[in-house]
């Protein structure tokens, strides 16, 4: 059982992927089962207030987060390419004054 990259996948490994709506995740293996002819595992997402168990991912679409951060790391920094689905923290500080009644 390997990631995409080919490295060797273990349990409890953080890990990098998409799930099958598209949307990235990033997690913790907490389990691997063979299925049919491929390794498929449960991944734990941490999300605020607790954590979303994303389950029967195939280990073969997943990357080891050391290997995702290292791809990241070599993106040439004078015009980095943007990394899709991806969400990007909304950074436009909140207005001062509450806005006048009756606007949105």
Do not use: Q, W
């Amino acid at each position: 059982m390997h990631y995409k990259n080919k490295r060797e996948a273990h349990e409890g490994e953080p890990v990098v992927g998409r799930n099958s709506s598209g949307k990235t995740f990033a997690g913790v293996i907490h389990s691997i089962e063979l299925f049919s002819d491929t390794y498929v595992c449960a991944v734990a997402i941490p999300v605020p207030g607790g954590v979303i168990h994303e389950g029967c991912i195939s280990v073969g679409e997943l990357y080891h987060a050391e290997d995702a951060l290292k791809a990241v790391d070599s993106l040439p920094a004078e015009n980095p390419t943007p990394l899709v689905g991806i969400p990007v923290e909304n950074t436009t500080p909140p207005p001062s004054e509450p806005p006048p009644a009756g606007t949105f």
